[in-house]
């Protein structure tokens, strides 16, 4: 079973830092974030801090330069997320999720395209197990 990940905002936006970079300094989170939102640098170095201590990400020194890396991985951090937001928005009911997705967001004909080739797979996956 999967461990739950459940990231507030900002340490959501550093883990996407992280993960798009591979690794980085303090300066480059805060000013990669700095773009959408000023923030601090203690405010960015205190968040890595509290997210190394929970596992999320841990460093490695170079001269008296702490670089950061993520621990967890994007798909298993966006499927967590997700399940929860599922579970607590609409009572595990998936079907509800993907209706009011489709209903609230344009969806190309290209995307409706692969939603039907993954639902295909799904279903050929579950009546193989059968």
Known sequence: MS???????LQLAIMQVLWDRGESTVSDVRDALNASRPLAYTTVGTMLSKMEAN??????????VNIYYPL???DEVN???????????F????????CTLLDGCE???E????LKQIIAER???QDDAH
């Open 55 to 64: 596992g999320q990400v841990a460093h490695r020194s170079d001269g008296r």
């Open 123 to 125: 279903q050929k996956e």
């Open 107 to 109: 969806v190309s004909g």
């Open 3 to 9: 461990r739950r990940h459940h990231l507030a905002e």
């Open 111 to 114: 995307e409706l395209q692969r």
């Open 91 to 98: 009572r595990g009911d998936v079907t509800d999720l993907l």
């Open 79 to 89: 499927r967590s997320m997700l399940t929860d937001l599922t579970e607590r928005l």
């Open 72 to 74: 967890l991985e994007r």
